[in-house]
């Protein structure tokens, strides 16, 4: 078996599990914005994790393509309020975890603005050109675990997400479920992946 995922021929995707294929491991696009605030941030919080990304490179997997996005910059709680202030003062148009009602009243007619998360501790993220960002493990979780920030990914288009990132690349269910216990949402995760298994890589 481990020769085989050596050659390419199997590709692990959990514990025990393998998906026939070398698989394509999935890597969210950066703007230069993002990379240049994640890096500016860093200087100034070096000792706290930060995660950015857009919920713009989820439009890959959608059938029904919103026109609006969020930038997203998650960071640790204790760090939360001071990048917020941080970027605040740089006159950016931020907000801090905000709630149904006020994404609602606020940012509907915001085109991008950025939005300052929680980064729940042990998520999955991986480093590009020394940006940390998603993986495509912490995205799924994400939009099945947060319906306020992904309103616009739920239902039938949550499904169609879902298939398209296992048919695309190559998706480790052990990951995703590890990451959906630290979100607390575990069972529900692994009761939605058991209802659309026909999407499942086998």
Request: charged letters at 25%; glycine letters at 4%; one cysteine or more.
């Amino acid at each position: 078996m481990y020769q085989l995922v050596q050659d390419g021929i199997l590709t692990r995707i959990g514990r025990g599990k393998f998906t026939i294929g070398a698989g394509r491991t999935y890597y969210p696009e950066l703007t230069t914005k993002q990379t240049s605030l994640f890096k500016k941030l860093n200087t100034e919080f070096p000792f706290i994790s930060i995660c950015i990304w857009s919920t713009s490179v989820i439009n890959e997997f959608m059938l029904h393509q919103p026109g609006r996005f969020y930038q997203l910059i998650e960071v640790e709680k204790d760090g939360m309020e001071s990048l917020f202030y941080f970027l605040k003062d740089k006159n950016m148009t931020v907000y801090m975890d905000p709630s149904a009602e006020l994404i609602r009243r606020y940012l509907i007619d915001e085109k991008e603005p950025w939005i300052v998360k929680p980064l729940v501790s042990e998520a999955p993220t991986q480093e590009l050109n020394r940006i940390t960002t998603i993986t495509i493990e912490k995205m799924l979780v994400d939009i099945f675990c947060d319906p306020i920030i992904f309103s616009a990914q739920q239902g039938s288009e949550m499904d169609q997400i879902f298939k398209e990132a296992f048919d695309k690349y190559a998706v480790n269910e052990s990951k995703m479920l590890r990451y959906a216990s630290r979100r607390r949402k575990k069972t529900e995760l692994d009761n939605y992946l058991n209802s659309i298994s026909k999407y499942r890589q086998q």
